[in-house]
């Protein structure tokens, strides 16, 4: 990585601006300002290159904006805070959030939810939580996606919005964790809590997929069968810990009766993003207790059918945004895993890219070519 302190801001920094949906990203110059109060400035060291990304910029998302910086799972090392921050210093190693934790909110206090309240209507605009933004062109204001914008060499971000990290982890593989890696781990340990022994279904082995893989493999699953066509992916699957591998398609429920003695499985994971696969998830769950956990995310306006006689036969539904990890308290946690060696975050990343060639990442994931590409900034 670059030690060279960045220039002091408001400076000039590389960015991949969606212009225009549809079309490829800019990469260019743009101007950024630097944090103001409550805020950090982070020196982008890494970010993954995330599905959620490319859907943004395909401009199919109704809610997407531009001009944008698009990025969001980033990892950097903070270099300036504004006035009042006082978790974070200059030098601490941080993975970006957007989902943050304010733990004020009324849902960071109860427990219950890792969905934060606290900044949530202004980042969907793509502002900061002042109703403005740090990135702009001239006198044209930039918009924050995510209120993350990690496609950048810098960003300017909340403190709230910041998980700081043990820098002995190299931050191009912890990266993973401000999305993807998350929400699949935790999506079997925190929402799930898979018990030692269960039998588990993956369908999906895209990096959320995997991570459910990754995740119920740690908490001592005994049967974990993956379900997805790409033969690469299940092979990657099975290294982390799949016992059973399944192609998918029209006959998968019952396939999966078959190999679980007529039950299904304890907990069964969705991570594709379609609807049909999400029944199939919620079909091939235990009779009397199977918990599926929705972790993919549907088009705009697309619904999921379920036959009411499989809940009413004691099946669960969960689903969950960042695998329900509360960012600030369970991401350091995850790193610690990894440095543990108990988290195979390297299994995942499949080619690293510098800025200027976000474009090919978008290319490699929709020939779903490897499984995570990280974007780095040298
Ligand atoms: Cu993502
Ligand atoms: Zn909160």
């Not at 910086?69 to 601490?92: F, M, N, Q, R």
């Not at 909110?105 to 109860?110: A, E, L, R």
Request: negative net charge; charged residues 20%; proline residues 4%.
């Amino acid at each position: 990585g670059r030690n060279a302190l960045i220039a002091s801001p408001p400076m000039e920094i590389r960015a991949a601006v969606l212009e225009e949906f549809g079309k490829p990203l800019v990469v260019q110059d743009v101007s950024l300002d630097g944090p103001k109060a409550g805020e950090v400035l982070v020196r982008v060291e890494a970010c993954g290159v995330c599905h959620t990304d490319m859907y943004t910029a395909s401009g199919v998302d109704p809610s997407g904006y531009a001009p944008t910086v698009l990025g969001h799972e980033g990892a950097g090392v903070v270099e300036a805070v504004g006035d009042g921050v006082t978790s974070l210093k200059p030098g601490d190693h941080v993975l970006t959030l957007f989902s943050p934790q304010c733990r004020e909110c009324v849902h960071c206090t109860s427990g219950k939810t890792n969905i934060c309240l606290a900044i949530r209507d202004e980042q969907n605009l793509g502002h900061l939580p002042d109703g403005t933004t740090r990135l702009h062109r001239g006198d044209e204001r930039i918009r924050h996606f995510m209120g993350t914008s990690t496609f950048a060499e810098a960003t300017v971000m909340p403190e709230i919005a910041l998980a700081k990290v043990d820098p002995a982890a190299p931050l191009d593989v912890l990266c993973t964790l401000a999305c993807g890696a998350t929400t699949g781990i935790g999506a079997a340990l925190y929402i799930a809590e898979v018990e030692q022994g269960s039998t588990v279904a993956v369908f999906g082995a895209g990096l959320v997929g995997l991570g459910a893989v990754a995740g119920a493999k740690l908490a001592g699953a005994e049967r974990i069968i993956i379900v997805d066509p790409s033969e690469d992916r299940r092979a990657k699957a099975v290294e982390l810990g799949a016992t059973d591998e399944l192609t998918g398609g029209e006959d998968t429920v019952e396939r999966i009766l078959e190999l679980t003695g007529g039950f299904g499985g304890d907990y069964t994971f969705e991570a594709t993003g379609l609807v049909n696969v999400m029944r199939q998830a919620v079909e091939a769950a235990r009779m009397g207790w199977g918990q599926c956990v929705i972790a993919g995310v549907a088009g705009k306006g697309e619904t999921l059918n379920v036959i009411p006689r499989y809940l009413i036969t004691g099946r669960r539904i969960a689903g969950a945004s960042f695998g329900g990890a509360r960012g600030r308290d369970d991401v350091p946690a995850l790193a610690r895993l990894y440095l543990e060696g108990k988290l195979p975050l390297d299994a995942f990343i499949s080619h690293h890219l510098p800025l200027d060639q976000v474009n090919e990442a978008f290319e490699l994931m929709e020939r779903k070519d490897g499984i995570r590409t990280v974007l780095t900034f040298d």
